[in-house]
């Protein structure tokens, strides 16, 4: 009882400077997205639970989380296509500009944000790693903004996308990848290049992200078909099969059990290059993601979650 008592004290000083940052970036002057700093931080804290040592893990894990979310609800609704345009192309260059050269107040406040805690975010994994990944960071939010990019694109333009081509770019977009990846950096762990760029690595992101974008659409189908968003179960039920909403959920059910087969062989063979504290991390995200989405949106709306958040954080 002492040593959670304990860590509830570390979880609310983590979360004040969690709000802080918040603040001091002004996200909390947007008028759109939506507010994920407590969930997120709620979901990283199941994942990554050694409350004495990992607290730069679990920061870097709700901060690019809460990032994220905000330039994809951007992206969704909040902004215009030039001004997602323009989001796109700063991240492609990596630099601050006057404040009279951006699109909107909007893209300058979600771009220096953005710009700041990468940048903060490089010179500790710098102290912790012994060398300098901004570039890596940098191009995972490349990767993901240019997700963004093609989803956007495909909804604007009206696009039919098959099944797989809608995976090819949404589980890059559900960002599973870079939010473990940053978190990673923090745990205690020395991740060599080698280990990073593995087809290890690779294969357990994009299996855990699969797995997360799949459950995702599932649990908000009913909004994206109202907001007539991309969504796998919108894709299946127009694919010319007259497959059902049942049938359609059960084939992405199959679908997701075949990714976390997947994962489970990755996570516990033997002889791997990546350590197993790296890999138990990434199955511990997609067990927190299955928590979330169980039979609804509990990331977007937490209502059955609320308690549960409350009494482990001691909120």
Known sequence: MQDFTICQAQYHKELQQLQRWYADCRLDTLKFGRQVVFISY??????????????????????????????????????????????????????????????????????????????????????????????????????????????????????QQSFDEYMSTSWLSISGKIVILVALQFIGVKLSDEMLMSEECSDLSRHVSIIIRLINDVCSFEERRENKGNNCMSILLADGRGVTEEEAIAEIKEIVENHRRKLMQIVYKKGTILPRRCRDTFMETCKAASYVYTSSDEFTTPQKLKEDMKSFLGL
């Not at 030039?82 to 951006?102: D, G, Q, R, S, T």
């Not at 953005?114 to 102290?127: C, D, S």
Request: charged share 25%; proline share 1%.
């Open 42 to 159: 709620f979901l990283v804290s199941l994942v990554i639970d050694d409350c004495a040592t990992s607290a730069h893990a679990r920061l870097a894990f709700t901060k690019t989380t809460v990032l994220v979310t905000l330039i994809d609800d951007f992206f969704d609704y909040g902004g215009s296509r030039k001004e997602c345009y323009h989001i796109h192309e700063l991240v492609n260059e990596w630099k601050l500009k006057p404040i009279a050269e951006y699109e909107s107040k909007e893209v300058e406040i979600l771009f220096t944000a953005l710009y700041n805690t990468v940048n903060e975010l490089a010179v500790l994994t710098g102290v912790e790693q012994g060398r300098s990944i901004k570039e890596f960071i940098i191009g995972m939010w490349v990767e993901v903004l240019s997700s963004f990019k093609v989803e956007l694109d495909t909804w604007s333009d009206g696009s």
